[in-house]
């Protein structure tokens, strides 16, 4: 059974398009997340909730917009894609009280051509 | 501002050796320091944490040695195998709901064998 799942795995679309990916775990967490992983790998956190409230919602451009209908399900939208929003987006989530542990999905390789 | 700063950025290392990764962590609200290992196509995947109350930490072949007052943590892998050829993450955070892992640049190993 996959913890983290992430669907598309690979996405390859057009500037100016919108796309989503979605996100789901079966591990009972409370809290999920989204990072961006760039071409050089630097992973960095771009939005968190906990029981479905947005707690951390970093400099991310208003143009991605995530969504959580409940506890195991968090979205990602994204608007009027760019060049530069290439990269690989990483699901996670944890329980409450052990952030440090994360577990992460397998990420989707979004490609903006 | 980096927060978390690792090297070196890439390594390598014979079988059998010790690989030694090195991060500094500047803001000392940060209460719990992670390491991630990252195959490539995957998502990253806890290795190893360590508390600032504690120096040091094993786990089989892994440990962390903390310096608190000189606000540095390392990773030290022993008998090192081509298995542990990943890219490493350090990271740090503050382990409150919905809080990100705040990761450094990792350090991409390779152990030839």
């Known amino acids: 059974d996959t913890a983290v799942s992430q669907t598309p795995k690979y996405l390859v679309t057009q500037m100016g398009n919108d796309k989503s990916i979605k996100c789901e775990q079966n591990l009972g967490h409370d809290t999920m997340y989204w990072y961006k992983q760039d071409s050089k790998k630097f992973l960095k956190i771009m939005f968190s909730?906990?029981?479905?409230?947005?707690?951390i919602n970093e400099t991310v451009p208003n143009r991605f917009s995530p969504k959580s209908p409940d506890k195991a399900h968090l979205n990602l939208h994204i608007n009027s894609l760019e060049l530069g929003d290439s990269a690989v987006y990483f699901c996670?989530?944890?329980?409450?009280?052990?952030?440090?542990?994360?577990?992460f999905g397998p990420g989707t390789r979004l490609t903006v051509t | 501002q980096q927060q978390v700063k690792q090297s070196p950025q890439s390594l390598i290392v014979q079988k059998g050796g010790i690989s030694i990764i090195n991060c500094a962590y500047e803001n000392t609200a940060f209460d719990y320091f992670p390491w991630y290992q990252q195959f490539p196509g995957k998502g990253p995947a806890l290795l190893i944490a360590i508390r600032p109350d504690v120096s040091e930490k094993k786990e089989g072949r892994f440990t962390i040695s903390f310096n608190k007052s000189a606000k540095q943590f390392s990773l030290h892998i022993m008998d090192s195998q081509p298995g542990d050829s990943a890219t490493y993450f350090c990271a740090a955070t503050v382990n409150q709901a919905g809080t990100a892992l705040i990761f450094g640049k990792g350090t991409t190993l390779s152990v030839s064998s």
């Open positions: 996670a989530s944890s329980r409450q009280g052990t952030g440090h542990e994360q577990y």
């Open positions: 909730y906990n029981n479905k409230e947005l707690i």
